[in-house]
Each structure stands twice: as C-alpha cells, then as structure tokens.
C-alpha cells in the first residue's frame, strides 16, 4: 500500500453510533444455491427489522453486480474479488452501526472465512440449506435451465462447487418451512444473542 495513505481517525466513534441506535451492528451473511432462498429471505428479515425500528441494509448478490463488482465474471478468481468486495462494503456498514444481510451464492469455504475474520463477532452465517433439485423445481430466473443446457459456465450445483457451512450460526431448510417462518428463526436468534431488544 502506498505509504502516503493514512486512516483518518472519524470524530463520530464506533461506541457513540452504536449508542444512537437501539441494537448491535451485525452482518447476516446468507449463503447457499441460486434459487435457495437467500434474497427472497433476507429481504423478509430486513422487512422485520425495519418494522421494530432497526437500521438496516441487504446488500444483494445480483444488485452489486450491476454496480460496484459489474467488472466481475464468475471464474473462481472472480468470485472471490466479489466477495472481498462486498466484505469491504459490508464492514464499512457495519461501522455505521447497521444490520446488514448479505445474499450472495458464495460457494467457497475460504472466502466466507476471510469474511468472518475481518466482521469478527458481528459475522452470522445463515445457511440456506435448499436442496439442489428444489432450487432447479424453483428455478426462479431460468438459470437452472440454461446451465443443464450449457449456456452459463461455472453454474453453482451444476459445473462449479458449492461448499456447504460447516457450523454455521444459523440453519434453515427452507424445504421444511415458510419464508415468514425462516425470517422469524432468523429475528429470534438476533434476539437471544441481544443484538436485537425491540
Ligand atoms: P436466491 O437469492 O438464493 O438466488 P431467491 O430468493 O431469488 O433465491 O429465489 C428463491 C425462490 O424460491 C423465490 O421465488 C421464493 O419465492 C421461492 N421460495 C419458495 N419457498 C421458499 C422458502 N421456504 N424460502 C425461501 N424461498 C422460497
């Protein structure tokens, strides 16, 4: 890094932000196949918390793809300047004091670690467990179809691999139950860690 950067210490603290808001800042990172769940989910989540007065934000995988990672493909090394990326942005939202969620495929093992060291504490993974013949039933963009035909490389389930959370925070298989009951799991388990009071 250049030696001339220097961080600029803020004259608003990260404790008097956190103060100003009636929760704790926390990043609900939700990962799992295309058409798992993970957007449609957090957005229930985000509809919740908004509702009990928190301050919040989702940063989702296609929305980000339009902007800030539109430079991006889907190749292995892609993939993961993506969610470098979108860890970076996450952590300055975090340092809002926000409750940010995270909809991003992020198949890879590695890149949800990096994640949670630079988020620490605050890092929920929430692990969209949808089996892969639901996601293709689903199938919500057609994308399933075009990668059985061969038109999208590197397709999450079908030609890339998906490495599954091994211990995450929280665990939802969606195949069992409704979107309001998977964000309900989600807004009890920001309570019992009394991230969430309201
Ligand atoms: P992802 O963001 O993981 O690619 P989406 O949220 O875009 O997935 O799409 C999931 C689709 O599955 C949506 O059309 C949603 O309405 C549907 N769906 C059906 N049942 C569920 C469930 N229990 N939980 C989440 N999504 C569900």
């Not at 608003?12 to 990962?31: C, D, G, I, M």
């Not at 399933?144 to 939802?172: C, Q, V």
Request: aromatic share 8%; glycine share 8%.
């Amino acid at each position: 890094m250049n030696d001339n950067i220097v961080w600029h210490q803020a004259s608003v603290s990260h404790a008097e932000r956190n103060a100003q808001k009636q929760h704790q800042p926390a990043l609900l990172w939700y990962t799992g196949l295309s058409g798992s769940g993970k957007s449609t989910i957090a957005n229930a989540v985000d509809r919740k918390l908004f509702e009990l007065g928190c301050h919040t934000y989702v940063l989702d995988g296609d929305n980000v793809r339009h902007g800030l990672n539109k430079d991006l493909g889907f190749d292995d090394t892609s993939r993961v300047e993506n969610i470098r990326r979108i860890t970076e942005v996450a952590n300055l939202f975090l340092d809002a004091g926000l409750i940010v969620g995270t909809a991003f495929i992020s198949p890879f093992l590695a890149d949800r670690a990096q994640a949670r060291s630079l988020a620490g504490q605050r890092f929920i993974e929430v692990f969209v467990d949808t089996p892969l013949e639901t996601c293709e039933q689903r199938d919500p963009k057609g994308l399933y179809k075009k990668a059985r035909a061969g038109d999208i490389p590197h397709f999450t389930g079908i030609s890339s691999p998906y490495e599954a959370p091994e211990n995450p925070e929280i665990h939802l298989r969606t195949a069992e139950m409704s979107v309001e009951g998977a964000a309900d799991q989600v807004v009890a388990y920001l309570r019992s860690r009394g991230i969430v009071t309201a």
